[in-house]
């Protein structure tokens, strides 16, 4: 039975992008390319509880030992977990070859008060810069968090829009090797921007994380390992109806379901964030007549579980729970790779 196939033939639209300074706020600066010096600057310091200085001068490091930065959002799950990742690194620094930077921008629900009580609840004892200007944001092209960015010995930027420690960069290279060997011995190879990463293939081979949430329909709750059909192919469909991708994908998906049903089990997880969007959500599925049924993701709580980062995605599972690959572009192949998925977990 294979669990590898992970499809990435479109971008779509990001659900954890970063909100950048206001215009009024920003200094628009130009993004450094890999291979290129790093530009000095001074930065007011968020952990200053943990016994760091007040604001971090990165020309005292630039040129001298290498940098790893880690842009964070306070409260976002995979960011948190990351930092703390980074953390577990940091403990076995030696500060005479490499240093350790998160980076952070305050935003309505979280401002500084917020960030600082993070930190503390996550144990985190590296600086963490005030990004307020989105200044290194713009010139490390961070578009979502976590992202991680590592500067060289010599001061050039040599890998940038790291999403997750297990991200593959090359011949039994991660991220997280990367980082551990400008730790080990400030060296750094030359890897340069990375492609955009999906975590959520990260999933590929394990059982779904369970969760409850209440139909979209009649409000009744719902837990997936009830949703699950042994005898079947499962399939699990992340969407919003503010995602334009979703609004033409879905209907398409929806009249290939009508005339293709056996053998498949389909439901979907739609992204709500207040009663409106709710509201218009419902909507769009009644004019659409959906054949499966959807449940409302509050606030994004199941996305954050599975580590959705765009929409739509769709994740394969197979008769007894596990993932077995994630569909991240639909773009008129949902029938061709449902048909085929059935003739591998079902022998159809």
């Not at 628009?28 to 890999?34: F, G």
């Not at 081979?205 to 005898?231: H, M, T, W, Y």
């Not at 399939?235 to 879905?250: D, K």
């Not at 197979?318 to 998925?341: E, M, R, W």
């Amino acid at each position: 039975m294979r669990r590898t196939l992970v499809l990435l033939t479109m971008l779509f639209v990001s659900l954890s992008v970063v909100a950048p300074a206001t215009a009024q706020q920003r200094r628009q600066v130009d993004p450094i390319l890999p291979g290129e010096p790093f530009v000095k600057g001074t930065f007011s310091n968020f952990n200053v509880q943990a016994g760091g200085p007040q604001t971090i001068d990165l020309g005292a490091s630039l040129g001298q030992r290498a940098i790893i930065f880690v842009y964070w959002v306070a409260g976002h799950d995979r960011a948190d977990k990351t930092l703390q990742q980074v953390q577990e690194i940091a403990n076995k620094l030696s500060a005479d070859r490499a240093v350790i930077y998160g980076v952070a921008i305050p935003r309505p629900g979280r401002e500084k008060a917020e960030i600082v009580k993070r930190l503390a609840e996550l144990e985190i004892k590296f600086p963490v810069l005030d990004d307020s200007n989105f200044i290194l944001g713009q010139q490390l092209r961070v578009q979502a968090v976590p992202n991680i960015s590592i500067i060289d010995r010599a001061g050039k930027l040599r890998l940038a829009n790291g999403a997750s420690l297990l991200q593959v960069i090359g011949y039994e290279q991660t991220v997280r090797t990367a980082i551990e060997r400008a730790v080990k011995d400030g060296e750094v190879g030359s890897y340069g921007y990375l492609e955009r990463y999906y975590p959520v293939t990260e999933l590929v081979g394990k059982e779904c994380p369970d969760f409850k949430a209440p139909l979209l329909s009649n409000s009744v709750e719902q837990r997936l390992s009830g949703l699950i059909k042994k005898d079947h192919v499962n399939v699990m469909i992340f969407w919003s109806v503010n995602c334009q991708h979703c609004r033409r994908e879905l209907p398409l998906i929806n009249a290939w379901l009508r005339q293709n049903q056996e053998g498949l089990n389909v439901f979907s997880a739609a992204g709500v964030s207040d009663e409106a969007t709710k509201a218009r959500t419902k909507e769009f599925c009644d004019i659409n007549k959906f054949v499966f049924p959807t449940l409302i993701d509050r606030d994004m709580k199941i996305s954050n579980l599975y580590q959705i980062t765009s929409t739509p995605t769709i994740l394969f599972i197979s008769p007894d729970g596990v993932i077995d690959s994630v569909l991240l572009s639909t773009d008129g192949d949902f029938g061709t790779i449902a048909t085929q998925k059935m003739k591998e977990l079902l022998g159809s």
